[in-house]
């Protein structure tokens, strides 16, 4: 059901009056032409006698100048209300609550500014919200379209566009996609939640997923991850095996690394120790292909408590405990439009479904050419990164964008173990 | 059939001549100077889109068309500029009743033209050795100006080379239609609409060497 | 009088490679304007019944929400091969290509357009780009799945065949070019001595204003889908964000043409009505002068008008008031046009023919999508339609219940001239009302729908929709129906009609004053143009002329 053809917003009933007034003028314009014509057309349908009663008239000043004055004159009414309704649409207030919406195929993400991200939208009543829509930059055009609140903003890719609104009544009506964006763009729908401020207020703050949660999803980051965000290291190094500007952090405890030491190359174990002494010297010891110099030693920044969280983190944080995965899986394909693709009961949408897809046999075509391959961890991850390059048989390359950079490989792992269970 | 022309009177009796469409001068000319209309639009709304990306990437237009080759658009620019002339005067050879004048003048376009190309064929290899095409890794890791620029870049230059290559085959079937003697010094419309046509390939460049090479 | 002694251009032509025995190369190969203007005619309605079979199947689809006859990506390619058919193949070249080439020269006094071989050559090319469009049905993933739009960045991303068909939308752009090329040329060149512009009957008008957009806007939509086509090929970037490129771009690139194509389909539309309101009234058109030059501002007022289609896209405020100022300008031109023709019944001896009877009903279809078309450019109004079945109801009531019924209104109104012969009044005019009620059964529903808040492009809908796509599904079969009857009426009256004679409707243009149908170089005698083309006295024509064949004496 489209919830709400009564106008909710606040500027709704302004958008109504234009409607009204333009429809109103529209429909007796129709009225007086066309009562017009049909009179003349039955009045002087050809008769008997009606030849010599023709009166050849090819001129009217007067009448001229009517017939281009009078619908002026209406257009620059129509033209007012036009103008009144976008404007009340487009001022932003200056108090807003401002949220971030980003379209992605078939798939709208809201994230408030403390961080949390939904997949329908949550907002107290009589709140002025500012939208800040866009779409992935690797993604196409979506419209963001709100009937119940008469307003409609696109989202383009690489642009930021917004839209506000101040809802004046509890309910829930529906957000729908408006600009075509591919297969399923008819079903790219999601729900604007209008709750009342208490509410709200009370989620916000907590850490539940939405507000009719009744239990709370336990987002526990690793105090060695928060150390590692909050002192800028990941400003060089990433958590998921890229390289920014120093070695990643991904795979690294416990495996062999090439250092140079004083200009001679040598191989070491980076166990609790060399971790240490590379955060504490780090020039004694560089890394093969990296320079020395960039990054400075940490020696009075760091608690010796911190350092072994955050060695503890680079042994144990990327491992999430097998209870969890369930959860964060089904929370990472949510909120990445995963699952407006993909199924997890063996339907089939967009692309296959992960239903039995772990461990068995699939059919892809790569560059034109038909080959059987194990779903297994490695194709896995490569279907998730590289998806045009095996296509499933039965399938479209280039549906499936690659997650490269969105998804972490963490993400990525436990993704995949998910799939292993389904 | 429409050797004589047809007259009409009017009430007056004057005569009127009605216009033959198999052998309209003027509607030829009308005629293509239409197409060339077309023309302008196409190579204007290319220069509508370099406009709007070089207001978003100045700083990096500015920068790449540094890296350009001066020296070989400039000698470009020049050949054209000659093969113009040589081209004109084709024109004027032929309406003086020098025909064989007249096909030298095509010939020399024609050298300039190719000239022209291999210039252009040095240039793009050149950029195409630095790994520097469309959709390439190199330009990727350059940025997005870098990106519209060499894009523009060579979007542009293919498409006005294309012009290029065209006109030359225009030329040979002129040479070849003075040859059968469909072409003489009282009918030259079509060596005329080749020289129109010519003159607008060159003033395209004329835009577009600045646009590229001259804005550092 | 020896009217009937001429051979029709049917038996005798000119062709490109000079005489052939073969009927077929005859045809194919044929500079007449005439015998083009035919060509055109059958591909284009052999499109037609292609597209229209593509549209009926989206409404059997949408006619329960669900998934009933066919998969979203296959729907997605049908709308979207419905769209490209229709415009490019169908309603762009339709009434300039067909109906005004046959008519261009017969009405000016001409006895072809000025460049024959090039008139051919368009139509061979308009026939290799709708080959090209129809063939990437059959080749890897099939038909564009874009709309008809191609909005990238989609249009780059998508995996069905878009290179195929932007190469196809731009070569029947070329050939749209070439017809426009050909007829400015025709109308500066060859109309017949002393027909000044202000003589020139109202349809050549039409044409001229017309032909004049093709010239101008085609190109840059030409080369902005060959921009696209280097985008998929070569990974330029213009149009790709990844890549720093700007996807709104690319709506203004499109809309700088597509607005003025809309014109480009409705002007000549226009002309059709302003020939068959005099010749059915009896009467001299009200506002010759006014009519004539409104197409003009039509067309060079809708250049500016194109950021309409774009008001949600992000653009500026002050340009979206700036661009809805100017469309409303637009409705005052054509706001003329209409009340001329009504003024026009004005004191008048109106004749119930087919033809008028179309016309008069595309007027009330028309006027309804017109004005929803100024509720559309009401800004702020738009903002809530924009992208549902409300514009849609809007361009099929402008496109189809305005460009293809005037269509429809001069092939009637010009059939006699055409094959020689009448087709039955009665059953005619029954299919008339099939059409005009199953047409209004199939999409007034729609502007509710829309209104209501049911996108466009969607395959499928929430279940509260249904009953509005109950009865369009209905409506469509009604329509179906009636234009089936058209179709087998005229096609009876073209075997087994009453013979028509030169001028059946009494009419004063120049081409009811040679036989019918026309013979080959149209004019025995050009005659002396020194009078407006609707000059009547109490209903009867003022000037009747036998031009069909030659006034022996005058020539030496
Ligand atoms: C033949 C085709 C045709 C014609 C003639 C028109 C005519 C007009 N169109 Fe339409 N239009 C389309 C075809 C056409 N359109 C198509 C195909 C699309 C959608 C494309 C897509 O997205 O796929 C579209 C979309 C479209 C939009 C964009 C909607 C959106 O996507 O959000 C708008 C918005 O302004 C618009 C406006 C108008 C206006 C103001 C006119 C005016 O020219 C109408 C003028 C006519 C009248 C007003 C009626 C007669 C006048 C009187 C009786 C006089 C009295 C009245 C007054 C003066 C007030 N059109
Ligand atoms: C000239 C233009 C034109 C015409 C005439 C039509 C005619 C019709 N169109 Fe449409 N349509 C478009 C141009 C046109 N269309 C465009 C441009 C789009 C946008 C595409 C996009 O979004 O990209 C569109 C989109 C569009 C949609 C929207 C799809 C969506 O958004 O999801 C729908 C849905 O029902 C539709 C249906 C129809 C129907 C039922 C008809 C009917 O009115 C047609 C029915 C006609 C008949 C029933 C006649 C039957 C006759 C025969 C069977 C015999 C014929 C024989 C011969 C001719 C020899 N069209
Ligand atoms: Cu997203 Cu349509
Ligand atoms: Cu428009």
Known sequence: MLEGMKGVSSFASEIDLAIWVVMGISIGIFIVVVGVMFYFLYTYRAKKDSREKIKNIEHNVYLEIAWTVIPTFLLAIMFYYGYTSLKVMREVPKETMDINVTGQMWFWTHEYANGKKTKDLYVPIGTNVKLNITANKNDVLHSYYVPAFRFKQDAVPGKMNTAWFNAKELGHFDIQCAEYCGTRHAYMRAKIHVIDKETFDTWYKSDKKTPFDQESVATTKHPGLELLESNGCLGCHSVDGSILVGPSYKDMFGHKVKVSVNGTLKEVIADEAYLKRAILEPDSEVVDGFSAGMMSSYKDVLTEKQIDDIIDYFKNGQNTPKEDIGAKATSILESNGCLGCHSVDGSILVGPSYKDMFGHKVKVSVNGTLKEVIADEAYLKRAILEPDSEVVDGFSAGMMSSYKGILSDSDIDIVIEYFKGL | ?216 | MNTFSHTSFYDKTHTVFGHHNSKILQWIFSIDHKRISLLYLFVMMGFFLVAVCLALSMRLELFSPGQDIMSPERYNQVFTLHGVIMIFLFIVPGIPAALGNFLLPLQIGARDVSFPRLNLLSWWVYVAGALLAISSLFVGDGFADTGWTFYAPYSIKTGTNVVWALGAAFILGLASILTGINFVVTIHRLRAPGMTFFKMPLFVWGLYSTAWIQILATPIVGISLVMVIFERVFGVGFFDPTKGGDPVLFEHMFWIYSHPAVYLMILPAFGIASEIIPTFCRKPIFGYHSIAVSSAMIAGIGYLVWGHHMFTSGISETIKLIFSVLTFFVAIPTGVKFFDWIATMYKASIEFKAPMIWAVGTFVTFIIGGLTGLILGTVGVDVYFHDTYFVVAHFHYTMLGGVAFLMFAGFHYWFPKITGRMYSEKHAKYAFFTVFVGFNLLWFPMFLAGAFGMPRRYFDYLPEFEIYHKFSGIGALIFATGIIYMLITLYRGWRYGELAGPNPWNATTLEWQIPSPPQLENFGTIPYVDFQPYEYINGEPVHKMDLGVKEGNKDA
Not at chain 2, 48 to 60: G, R
């Open chain 2, 1 to 216: 059939m429409h050797n004589q022309p047809e007259i009409i009177y009017d009430k007056q009796g004057n005569a009127h001549v009605i216009v033959d469409y198999n052998d309209d001068y003027i509607g030829a000319k009308l005629g293509f100077w239409l197409f060339l209309f077309t023309e302008m639009m196409i190579f204007g709304s290319m220069f509508l889109i370099y406009a709007f990306y070089m207001f978003q990437f100045s700083d990096t237009f500015v920068q790449y068309s540094a890296t350009l080759n001066v020296k070989m658009g400039g000698t470009n620019t020049f050949i054209l500029l000659v093969s113009a002339l040589t081209m004109g005067l084709s024109l004027v050879r032929l309406r003086q009743g020098n025909v064989e004048g007249a096909k030298k003048f095509i010939w020399a376009t024609i050298v300039l033209a190719l000239i022209f190309l291999s210039i252009k064929y040095f240039e793009w290899s050149a950029e195409i050795h630095h790994g520097i095409y469309p959709g390439s890794p190199t330009l990727k890791s350059m940025g997005d100006g870098a990106v519209m620029f060499f894009g523009l870049y060579f979007v542009i230059t293919g498409l006005h080379g294309i012009h290029i290559i065209l006109g030359i085959g225009a030329m040979i079937w002129v040479l070849g239609l003075v040859r059968k003697g469909k072409i003489t010094p009282t009918k030259f419309v079509v060596l005329e609409n080749t020289a129109l046509y010519w003159d607008l390939v060159h003033l395209v460049w004329v835009f577009v060497f600045p646009l590229f090479y001259l804005i550092h």
